[in-house]
């Protein structure tokens, strides 16, 4: 049996954390030997239900000030002696740690992997602290054999930034565990929406890079025309506050719901009619799929398609939100399409 070391800075809460153990909880993996490596013991999500082939280990950190030492010279330095070389494959699914690429390159005959999880130009453009990381970092680049892109909106500017356009890369979406978001919508909620509103929901972070300013925005012209709207955002981040204080600063209190982190949102993104989504940027739109998944309708701008092959925006989305209709029957989606392709992928990214 092959085998495989995943790297990742932890399983708290974020999409990528979820991406990962979407992969871990598949079939994809069960011909190999799995360790995975992280680096705090924080969990957000259920490990304890993994399959036997997959090993969980936890590493110790860098302190903090190594994140502004140079890569190159990192890798001349002596770390993390407990982990086993004997690998077949070893993946950087966090792709921005340190920690994580060091420890790939110390897998001298494994074939390296880094996962591209977003737009790496949007990312310099709107991120003041990811410029100053990318400076030390950029550099890891040239230790992988090949990469994977979540999406195909990801593949050109990580070819622009990472110093070698002619690099392999091979685009394989996140995984989106539909049977289990099945399951988990059947749980029960505390949170139950207005059935005579038209009910509209977002998951994510909340931080200027999600553009929950925009969808504030939109919410408030869209209920200006129709008073039956209402939205609910799942998620905690940096910029909650500020736009708490929006929403009380425009008498709008009883229309936006802030929910906070859930640990199941899906017996609330159920009762939704839609799932609006108006991020600046992404590397997949996950949230998207797995309201796809559910039934509902999505909003979501056209800049977006890009990152999300298939999924059809829109040019206004005030004007759809305002044009909504109630779902009075949703049909669930199992994605099957959309999982092939995903394991047709990875069989080639394996193959040798």
Partial sequence: MKKIAIFQADLKVGGIQRSLINLLSSHILDNYQVDVYLFSREVFYEINGLKENIHIYFLKPFPYWFRFIPVALLMHMSFYKEIKESYDYAFDYDSY??????????IKQAKKFLWIHSDIEKELHYKKKYRVLYTFFKRKYQFYDEFVAVSDGVVEPFRKYSGNPCVKITVIPNIINTEQILEKSQEHTEVIVNPDKCNV???GKVCVQKGYDFLLQDIYTAYKKRKDICCYIIGDGP?????????MKHNLSDVIFFLGNQKNPFPIVKQMDAFCFESRFEGQGMVLWEAKCLGLQLIFPKRLEKYNIHLKGVEDISEA?????????????????????IEMQYRKLLRN
């Fill in 97 to 106: 740690r340190q920690e994580c690429a060091y420890c790939v390159t110390r």
């Fill in 201 to 203: 929901v977002c998951v």
């Fill in 321 to 341: 939100l305002i044009n909504l209709k109630k779902m009075e029957n949703k049909t669930y989606d199992s994605l099957n399409e959309y999982h092939n392709y």
């Fill in 239 to 247: 910029d909650l506050k500020s736009y708490q204080k929006w929403v």
